[in-house]
């Protein structure tokens, strides 16, 4: 089956710094990828939908300068967050669209800012 | 009105059991219909993948589609502890669109 490969599953950084997530189709070539964001005992967030080579298309409320959606390749999709506060603290899952399997989610990225 | 209904639970049945999900919807140009099963703190994991209307099967679950009542469900027979998650119901329009996420039904299966 599909299998994405999410990058790394947790981190903790420092207010004002930024983190990058990566996200990787191991298997099969992702045209579009999607990014997510998961709040506790709530359902998937979408944020933004990157498609390969061009630029990503956000949903309404979510800061495009703040969360960096890079799509270089066929099989990598970036999102950095920029200048984290501690409310930018949450579960951030991406997923790959394209496959026979419909669409594989990574295994998520718990973000920490402290 | 969300664009996808589903009952947040918790559901809790005992071991055994046979566990219906569901989840309605408005939209009804959504094709491509997907159960995901969600343990705490992991990404979403793909259970069911259906096209339009009818039945599938795999192993212990069903999922069914009724376009014309905009309904779908997801039937897991002999339930078991590790069945305890979070269950997601999405919909989307084509194969490479976003999808529509259900709010995402909380089973509990005790022994």
């Known amino acids: 089956g599909a299998v994405v490969s999410q990058h790394p599953s947790w981190v903790i950084c420092k207010s004002g710094t930024s983190v990058k997530i990566e996200c990787r189709s191991l298997?099969?070539?992702?045209?579009?990828m999607f990014w997510y964001r998961q709040f506790p005992k709530q359902s998937l967030m979408l944020m933004a939908t990157?498609?390969?080579?061009?630029?990503?298309?956000?949903e309404q409320g979510v800061e495009k300068d703040k969360f960096l959606i890079n799509h270089a390749s066929l099989t990598l999709s970036t999102l950095t967050v920029t200048s984290a506060h501690p409310e930018d603290s949450s579960f951030y899952i991406c997923?790959?669209?394209?496959?026979?399997?419909?669409?594989?989610f990574g295994s998520g990225t718990r973000l920490t800012v402290v | 009105q969300k664009e996808v209904e589903q009952d947040p639970g918790p559901l809790s049945v005992p071991e055994g059991a046979i566990v219906s999900l569901n989840c309605t919807y408005s939209?009804?140009?959504?094709?491509?219909f997907m159960w995901y099963r969600q343990y705490s703190r992991k990404g979403p994991e793909l259970l069911m993948y259906?096209?339009?209307?009818g039945n599938k099967e795999d192993g212990r679950f069903t999922a069914q589609v009724d376009k014309s009542s905009k309904y779908i469900s997801l039937f897991i027979r002999d339930s078991q502890p590790s069945d305890s998650a979070t269950y997601l119901c999405?919909?989307?329009?084509?194969?490479?669109?976003?999808?529509?996420f259900g709010t995402g039904t909380r089973l509990q299966v005790f022994p």
């Open positions: 990157s498609n390969e080579g061009s630029k990503a298309t956000y």
């Open positions: 997923s790959a669209g394209g496959s026979n399997y419909g669409y594989t």
């Open positions: 298997d099969f070539q992702a045209t579009t």
């Open positions: 939209n009804s140009a959504f094709q491509y």
């Open positions: 259906t096209y339009s209307s």
């Open positions: 999405a919909m989307s329009f084509d194969n490479t669109d976003k999808l529509i």
